[in-house]
Structures are given as structure tokens and as C-alpha cells.
């Protein structure tokens, strides 16, 4: 240490320490794949590849996977491979891969096979035996459509079908036969980031959280405009999901370095990961984690600001073991450095809230939606069941598919509290809606550039905005928010009121990212409805998410390449706030909001500037 000091000084050697003695508020493990396992029979592997990356980053424990694509861990290496990483203080689990062959459309297991359950069942025992955790990932789902499967699906339909089969799997082929050879072992299910879709291939969300000892969430989500079309919150908002499935349960997050086109978007995805509290993150895996650092992954950005992921910061050597300080050579640097940047706040964050939009299980309808919300900035929380003692409930298109839905709104608004729903949701139930307002979603479309709330100059935006049109009756339910083209204009937020509660509905344009270029003061007023009770407000255009923690600690994040300029409108008495980064204090200004044939409403806001790609953690003062 005192060496290290002398050389670098004393920024670089709290750096050090930390990596030293792990990381203070969340454990890292990586991931071995069955082909990387079997090449650690070989100490002339192993042992460089480990130099490399655990001089670079701090790792607690290593995923020891058994089986992929048919390949087989043999005993001997597996033992072997156990007792490399155990002489070195690293934790190990197993973990196994149910695929046929990875490269062919991700073929997996036939669950209706006889001699693939057989063979399933002897990966699991064997694994079983040398662990007592073991994780399967991402694949314990089937797309098979043998002859087999055809003739066993009858009449049902292939989610249903799936549903079940899969099910049964889990208890028949993993569960028992798990617990049978090693009473004791931990059985985790990982689940991948398309849980949207997950029951069309038998990922059965409502039956497996209660048989698995634990979860895990894939949080990668890559190049956002990929063929998956992964917004950057759902890194977020699936480990809270997850989390809500199973609480407390949810053992981490795991990420990959997959469709990376600049460094910054690697680290993004692992620390959005740990904005949800996740107490472990496993990075995939020993042979990604060797991929060089290059120049093309220093993004333009760079070069401007000084962001949150600092590449420049970041390409600093580190010491090896021995103290010598050797230059970062791979993506394992850029995990160990993003790791020690977030290390020192996340334990001041409390447990993460948002409001609560309650998906049933299997439901399909507006893909996704909820990480589009939290990409204009309202935390998010997702729930597998209607929420009660919520001041308002967020309901997209699939809260249709649970029978009792329009009951348990009504409860909420006879209550006195409130609901939103989308068009989406409305088209689809718009017959039972009408029992609590007269509304109709036509299938006309308005292309529209200009809003306003009534109240105020209009804005407008760069883009014409394709929208469904919502019709109501005149002086029945109202328009808080209205788009507009000439002289012609429809509800952007309706709002119907209905005993004491009221009924709002959210009109999600034809292409859903068009979310994303709505004026800042519709986005606004969006956040301000569906949030009543949070300590904090953004007024800030879209790609910028607010996270939000019971202790009144925040964090603003923005996803733009450009520096931007945001508000936080304070509530709750707080005047001014500790940016926990840097120690700066800042303090809130009085801002007027005009209101019609009201007096205008005063707020105490922030002013934040936020770079690009960065981040702001704030703890909330009075
Ligand atoms: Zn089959």
C-alpha cells in the first residue's frame, strides 16, 4: 500500500484498497461457460487469463458452467477447475446452459423427448453433486416444435402448452433431481431481459419464482436500437420486477458486453443494474472479459465533458499483486473502474420506489412500455399483482388480461384514488371503460408538432407525432393535455373523474420512442400525475431517468450525447440537496407556474447540468 502511495498518490490509493478488499456494497461474480470450464484442465490457461482480469477487477465468486450445446465439463477438470479458484479465496457455483446447439436459433432441450429429459436430468445430478449452488441460465425455456412437441401440444396453444410443460420441467427435471443428490443445493433460475415474451417459449414467471430457491435477471440491454429494441431502463426496471416476483430473493444482476459501440454504454448497463440494489452482479463472461480495450471505444463525448464513466480515468494503470502498475488491457478494467466509482454511494441509497403499474402474469400488449416511461423520467415499479394503497396505479394494454381488472379500478377510484391508463389499454377494453367514462380510441391518426395544457404558450416539437385520436363527450371528461394540428386537436392526458378518484388516460403515440420527443412540459406534466407522493419532479426532456429511494436520496440520469440543462422540482419541504459525488451543495430556486383563473403555483427547483451519458446523486436536504 505504502509503495503504491508514493508512486501515484492518494486518489489512486483509495482505488487501490477497495480493490484490495473487495467492493464495499454489492459482490461481483463472473461467469465461466462449459467451453471456457473445460479449457481449465489446462494451469497454462487458467492461470494468465485469471492474472488478467482479477488484477484489473475484484471478483468474489465464479460460475463454474457444466454443460452447453451438449459439451460436458468432464469430473476431472471440473474438480480441478473448483480448487483453482478455492486456493484463491473465490467462491464457486455451478451453473448449466439448456441448449441443444447455442448457434442454431438458440435451440433448446425437446422438454417431450424422452432421451432429452434423460439427458437433462443427468447434467442436473452431475452438477448438483459438486455444487451447492447452481444457476441455469437464460435457456430453461423451449422453442422446439418437433413432431413431438406438435402431437403433445393437441389442441392447447403453444404459450399454454409451453406454460405447463415447463413447469413440470422444473419440479421433474431440475428441482427433484437437484435435491435428490445434494439435499442442500441452492437452485437459482436466471431469466433473461425479453420478459415481455417469456411465456411464448414456457418461461413461467407465475409458477417458477415460488418453486426456485432464488431469481436472477439478465440487465444487458446492448445497443438499444437493436433487433430486441432494449431501452436502457430496463436494466432497472427488470431487477425491480424480478425483485417484486420474489422479494428479497432476486440474487443479482448479469450483464454482457454484447453490441457495445463505445465504453460508456458497457458501464451504464452495470450500474443501472446497481441503481436497483442488486446484491451481486455476474459479468459474462471469461471469454468476453478478455476483449482488448479499444480506441474506437472512447466515445466522442470524451473529449467534451468530464462524464460519469471516464474513459481517460479509467485507462490509468492499476497495480498488479506484486504492486507493480501495469497499463488496463481489457473490458475487465472498465468494470473494476465502474465498480469503484459506484461503490462509494450506493450505500447511501435507500430501497428504490416508483409507481406501481401492475402487470399480470403472461399478459402481452404495448411491449415493454414501462421502460419507455422510465426513460422520460417516471421511476418505475412493477408489480405481479393490483396494487392496493397506491394514491394512482399505472395500467398499460396488459393489465386487460386479468378478468377482474375493471373491478379493482373501480375499487381504486371509489377509494378516492386515481388510475392511469393508456390508449392502448382503453382500445382494448373501451366497451367496460364506458361503465366509468364514455370514451372512444378510433382508428384515426393525427399527426401532430404542437401541445398545449390549456393554459400557458403552446410548445412544440421538431417531429410530427403520429397518435391515436381519443373522442369524449364535451363537458363529461376533460383534456389536461391536448395535441394540436390547425385547428383540430386531441387528448394527450384525458382526465375523467369518477366519485372521488379520477381516471386519467395516457395517449401513447403510433410509435412508441416518439414518448421520447414530447415537449419537456407535457413530459412534465406526466410525471407530476403519475408521481404525487415522491420528494422529486424532472422537468427535463425525454432520455433522462429519475430514480427514486426511500431515504430521499436520487439519482438523474441522462442518456443524451449531448450536455443538457434539467429541473428537479422539490416536494415534501426540501429546499436544497448534497450532490454525494462530489460534496457540492446546491440550492433550490423559486420557480412560478402560471395556472388558468388560478394564482400561480410557486415550486422550489433544482437546477442541474448533466452530461452526457451521466449521471447526478443527490441526497435531499431541508
Ligand atoms: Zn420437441
Known amino acids: 500500500m505504502i509503495r503504491t502511495l508514493a508512486i501515484t498518490g492518494c486518489v489512486f490509493l483509495s482505488f487501490h484498497i477497495k480493490a484490495q478488499e473487495g467492493y464495499k456494497n454489492f459482490e461481483v461474480a463472473i461467469y465461466s461457460r462449459a467451453y471456457e470450464t473445460a479449457k481449465m484442465r489446462d494451469d497454462n490457461w487458467i492461470q494468465p487469463v485469471w492474472d488478467e482480469i482479477s488484477r484489473q477487477l475484484q471478483v468474489d465468486k465464479v460460475y463454474l458452467e457444466t454443460h452447453r450445446d451438449l459439451l460436458l465439463v468432464d469430473e476431472l477438470t471440473l474438480l480441478k477447475a473448483k480448487k483453482f479458484f478455492e486456493s484463491k479465496g473465490i467462491r464457486t457455483a455451478g451453473g448449466i446452459t439448456l441448449t441443444v446447439n447455442e448457434s442454431n436459433n438458440y435451440q433448446t432441450f425437446c422438454y417431450t423427448n424422452p432421451e432429452h429429459r434423460k439427458k437433462i436430468r443427468e447434467v442436473v445430478e452431475f452438477t448438483a453433486r459438486h455444487f451447492d449452488e447452481l444457476i441455469l441460465d437464460d435457456f430453461f425455456f423451449t422453442n422446439c416444435k418437433c413432431d413431438l412437441c406438435v402431437k403433445a401440444k393437441g389442441t392447447k396453444n403453444w404459450t399454454d402448452f409451453r406454460l405447463e410443460l415447463m413447469t413440470k420441467a422444473a419440479k421433474d427435471l ?41 431469481l436472477y435477471t439478465g440487465t444487458e440491454t446492448r445497443d438499444p436500437s437493436s433487433n430486441q429494441h432494449l431501452q436502457q431502463y430496463l436494466g432497472y426496471n427488470i431487477f425491480r420486477y424480478f425483485d417484486n416476483l420474489k ?15 463505445y465504453m460508456d454504454r458497457y458501464a451504464e448497463q452495470l450500474w443501472i443494474t446497481m441503481f436497483a440494489k442488486a446484491p451481486e452482479i455476474t459479468l459474462f463472461d471469461f471469454r468476453q472479459l478478455q476483449r482488448p480495450l479499444q480506441k474506437s471505444d472512447r466515445a466522442a463525448w470524451q473529449s467534451l465533458a468530464t462524464t460519469s464513466f471516464n474513459y481517460d480515468e479509467m485507462m490509468k494503470p492499476v497495480a498488479d499483486k506484486n504492486g507493480k502498475m501495469v497499463a488496463p488491457t481489457t473490458i475487465a478494467r472498465a468494470a473494476g473502474y465502474t465498480f469503484e466509482t459506484i461503490d462509494q454511494f450506493l450505500g447511501l441509497l435507500g430501497k428504490p420506489v416508483g409507481v406501481k403499474s401492475y402487470k399480470p402474469f403472461h399478459s402481452t400488449g404495448e411491449d415493454f412500455l414501462q421502460n419507455y416511461m422510465g426513460m422520460i423520467g417516471v421511476p418505475m415499479d412493477m408489480v405481479p399483482e393490483f396494487p392496493e394503497n397506491e394514491p394512482i396505479v399505472f395500467l398499460t394494454e396488459q393489465a386487460k388480461s386479468d378478468p377482474e381488472i375493471m373491478g379493482k379500478i373501480k375499487k381504486q377510484l371509489l377509494a378516492g384514488k386515481d388510475v392511469m391508463i393508456t390508449s392502448g389499454f382503453l382500445k382494448a377494453m373501451q366497451d367496460k371503460v364506458n361503465d366509468i367514462v364514455e370514451l372512444r380510441v378510433t382508428d384515426q391518426k393525427a399527426s401532430v408538432k404542437e401541445f398545449g395544457a390549456g393554459w400557458g404558450p403552446h410548445s412544440f416539437t421538431d417531429r410530427e407525432i403520429l397518435i391515436p385520436q381519443i373522442r ?34 395516457l395517449t401513447i403515440p403510433e410509435n412508441v420512442v416518439d ?13 407530476e400525475i403519475l408521481t404525487p407522493n415522491l420528494p422529486a419532479v424532472l422537468e427535463a426532456p425525454g432520455y433522462t431517468s429519475l430514480f427514486v429511494y426511500d431515504n430521499n436520496t436520487v439519482i438523474v440520469e441522462s442518456f443524451a450525447d449531448e450536455t443538457t440543462q434539467v429541473k428537479l422540482q422539490l416536494a415534501n419541504g426540501f429546499t436544497k440537496a448534497k450532490n454525494l ?28 447540468e448533466l452530461k452526457p451519458h451521466s449521471y447526478v446523486v443527490l441526497k435531499l436536504e431541508k
Open 472 to 505: 369524449y363527450n364535451t363537458n363529461d371528461s376533460w383534456e389536461i393535455v391536448s395535441a394540436f394540428d390547425d385547428t383540430n386537436g386531441w387528448p394527450i392526458i384525458h382526465r375523467a373523474d369518477y366519485a372521488k378518484g379520477k381516471l386519467y388516460v
Open 515 to 527: 414518448l421520447y420527443h414530447l415537449p419537456t412540459d407535457v413530459l412534465t406534466r406526466i410525471r
Open 247 to 261: 422479494p428479497g430473493k432476486n440474487g443479482g444482476g448479469w450483464v454482457d458486453p454484447g453490441g457495445l459501440t
Open 174 to 214: 431440475i428441482i427433484d433431481p437437484a435435491k435428490a443428490v445434494n439435499p442442500k443445493i441452492k437452485i437459482v433460475v436466471k431469466y433473461p431481459n425479453w420478459y415481455d415474451h417469456f411465456q411464448g417459449s414456457g418461461f413461467n414467471l407465475e409458477t417458477e419464482p415460488k418453486m426456485f430457491d432464488g
Open 581 to 608: 459525488v462530489s460534496g457540492e451543495e446546491l440550492f433550490a430556486e423559486k420557480k412560478e407556474y402560471p395556472q388558468r383563473r388560478k394564482p400561480s403555483i410557486i415550486k422550489l427547483t433544482l437546477n442541474l
